[in-house]
């Protein structure tokens, strides 16, 4: 089964595969040098990742020239570079970076910067086009936005790029966007302990996609992490970590989240799915506009995130029991 990224006509995997995280660790060095990225990677098994993923039916791939500061492109150009044709790639731009060190160090969108980043994007990647180029600044002006749309219209014009979309969480800023001829998605945190309403009306309305980042809830929803896990410093959810990390606090998963997992967790495995599996499901059944994309870093998270694609949306019983338990 597949999904099309709104008007674009791009068909994709109806769940796709995220690649913040084998880019590795890496830091903002406009906020005091905190951890915005994940731990250690080893790259032989990122590959071997991507590959399986693939193998298994997975053929949308999601990254950032930031993840890692270039890194995650790389290595997923690399991985990817005998099936080209047959896979959809999704990168970002905006954020600026030292690839030596390893940090962020601020912000761009000039029409400038952009066609230099998509250029070195195409070419950390390994190929001639990009399918989804997004804006990774989720608070940008909208009227900062409108320009940046037209630069991506050009690139379009240009063939560096067949869609774009915008990295943003508010409604009213996606469809600002949205209006542009090569306008197909948008990207926003959307999981069963985040749902986003609003934001799927105006995907909805502007007919564009629903790509879901952190699909997982940063993984408290595949149930690896309890009340006494600790994630350690350098991981983006660990001590030291960005303001925006809701799922965990101080490293420790946030135990108001964890109660409500628990309120769902039997639900959310019915018909066999793990616990991952039936939060993917959710999504897939929350619209038919929604691609999630959950983080992968091991051949057996690949396996265990492809077989979503096999179990398919969790029925409207389970949909309705878990808003019922939610709500209550």
Not at 248 to 261: K, M, N, S
Not at 297 to 302: I, K, L, P, S
Not at 306 to 315: D, I, Q, Y
Request: a negative charge.
């Amino acid at each position: 089964m597949s999904r099309v990224l709104g008007r674009s006509g791009i068909k994709v995997s109806e769940v796709g595969f995220g690649c913040w995280a084998i880019g590795g660790p890496f830091s903002d060095s406009t906020s005091g040098g905190i951890p915005v990225g994940w731990r250690e990677v080893d790259e032989a098994e990122s590959a071997a990742a991507l590959h399986r993923a693939y193998e298994l039916g997975i053929t949308f791939f999601d990254t950032a020239d930031v993840y890692g500061t270039g890194h995650s492109e790389q290595v997923l150009g690399r991985a990817l570079a005998g099936h080209r044709d047959e896979v959809v790639i999704a990168t970002k731009f905006g954020n600026t970076f030292d690839a030596g060190r390893r940090t962020m160090t601020g912000q761009d969108v000039s029409a400038a910067y952009i066609r230099r980043a998509c250029e070195q994007s195409l070419q950390r990647l390994g190929t001639d086009r990009i399918d989804l180029y997004q804006l990774h600044l989720g608070g940008l002006p909208i009227a900062r936005a409108q320009e940046v749309a037209g630069t991506l219209e050009d690139l379009a014009a240009d063939g560096m790029i067949r869609s774009y979309g915008w990295s943003t969480d508010d409604p009213e800023r996606a469809a600002s966007f949205a209006g542009g001829p090569h306008c197909a998605a948008v990207q926003h945190e959307l999981n069963v302990l985040a749902d986003a309403p609003v934001m799927l009306d105006v995907c909805d309305a502007c007919d564009i996609a629903s790509i879901n980042r952190g699909p997982l809830a940063m993984g408290l929803l595949t149930g690896k992490y309890h009340a006494a896990s600790r994630l350690p410093a350098g991981d983006v959810r660990g001590p030291g970590g960005p303001s925006w990390m809701r799922y965990f606090t101080d490293g420790r998963p946030a135990p108001e989240l964890l109660a409500r997992l628990g309120a769902i967790r039997e639900v959310l495995t019915t018909g066999g799915r793990t616990l991952a599996q039936g939060a993917l499901g959710w999504l897939l059944a929350r619209s038919p506009r929604t691609v999630p994309i959950p983080g992968i870093r091991t051949v057996a998270q690949a396996g265990q995130n492809a077989a979503t694609l096999r179990l398919g949306p969790l029925p409207a019983t389970a949909m309705a029991e878990i808003a019922r338990l939610l709500d209550g």
